[in-house]
């Protein structure tokens, strides 16, 4: 199964990345984040990661987390991340990464956001 699948929302416009499994230090994360940053060099603005398939993360996958996050900020884009499950939700609280990222309950609330 693959980590990851990119999907543009057609009517906001915004770049949805679906994440499932596990996010861990491998080449499909490197992968995923090779393919953010060529969206971005290609001009797109606006990123989702949908978390709701996530069933694990570890302190590589939140450096992936943050990593995107990072190089998309400094490209002059913005990162929602959406539906992370509570084992998701309570890493993020615990490293303060929670302040850091803007986590949206649902993906269509994230995708209204953007309209914000």
């Not at 699948?5 to 906001?12: K, S």
């Not at 971005?40 to 606006?46: C, T, V, Y």
């Not at 499950?85 to 649902?106: A, K, M, Q, W």
């Amino acid at each position: 199964m693959p980590l990851f699948r990119i999907a543009r929302d057609q009517p906001t416009g915004v770049q949805v990345i679906t994440l499932q499994g596990r996010v861990t230090f491998g080449r499909q994360t490197e992968q995923c984040r090779q393919q953010v940053k060529e969206l971005l060099a290609q001009g797109e603005k606006k990123f989702l990661f949908d978390l709701a398939g996530v069933e694990y993360v570890d302190s590589a996958g939140i450096g992936f987390l943050v990593s995107c996050l990072t190089s998309l900020g400094q490209g002059g884009a913005r990162l929602k991340l959406a539906s992370p499950p509570e084992r998701i939700r309570y890493v993020l609280g615990i490293t303060n990464l929670h302040t850091v990222f803007d986590i949206c309950e649902s993906r269509d609330q994230a995708l209204a956001r953007f309209k914000n």
